[in-house]
């Protein structure tokens, strides 16, 4: 029977699988190490961690999780991601010289090496009005039906409108002031 390293006391068989000391508060404060946690990926739809132990330590020096760079059309995965990326390829120092001369000039070469950034959108063409939700005879019609005494129900269904929009022609006659 193996017994607690630090009081003495005898451990259950169970606990003494996979620990030297016993539940004890002073006997886990003693022996009780916390757990360094690694996050492998993190994103929006899955998390990926890893308690840092001797087979982790061996992934992480050989460089597992370490985001690749590729070049051109080429994709990587990004780390415990699950998902493909484009990584601009490292630079020399000729390259980024270059690239940097492109920039000032503002040629295409300059954008292919993502430094220079996009051109702004083209402003939108002036919008239209709105259509209206309803033509004048319509609301004509919806207001001589209202006065009839008919529910705004009864009124869509004979103009081919919806109650909400027979409803907004109601009070919008009631709300204007009279001419």
Do not use: F
């Not at 890893?50 to 051109?72: F, I, M, N």
Request: aromatic share 4%.
């Amino acid at each position: 029977m193996r017994t607690c390293v630090t009081c003495g006391r005898e451990l259950h068989p169970e606990r003494a699988e996979k620990y030297s000391y016993c539940t004890a508060k002073e006997c886990q404060e003693r022996n009780a190490k916390g757990l360094t946690v690694l996050a492998v990926g993190v994103n929006k739809a899955a998390d990926l961690y890893e308690v840092v132990d001797e087979p982790t330590q061996g992934k992480v020096a050989s460089g597992s999780y370490v985001e690749k760079l590729v070049t051109g059309s080429e994709t990587g995965s990004g780390a415990g991601t699950g998902m493909d990326e484009k990584r601009p390829a490292p630079r020399t120092a000729e390259a980024a010289e270059a690239a940097e001369a492109a920039e000032a000039a503002g040629t295409a070469a300059g954008m292919a090496a993502g430094r220079v950034p996009p051109k702004a959108p083209a402003p939108r063409a002036a919008r239209r009005a709105p259509r209206p939700r309803w033509t004048e005879s319509q609301r004509t019609l919806a207001l001589l039906y209202s006065e009839q005494g008919m529910r705004p129900d009864q009124i869509a269904e004979r103009l081919g409108l919806t109650p909400p929009v027979v409803i907004d022609i109601i009070l919008g006659a009631r709300n204007r002031p009279a001419p």
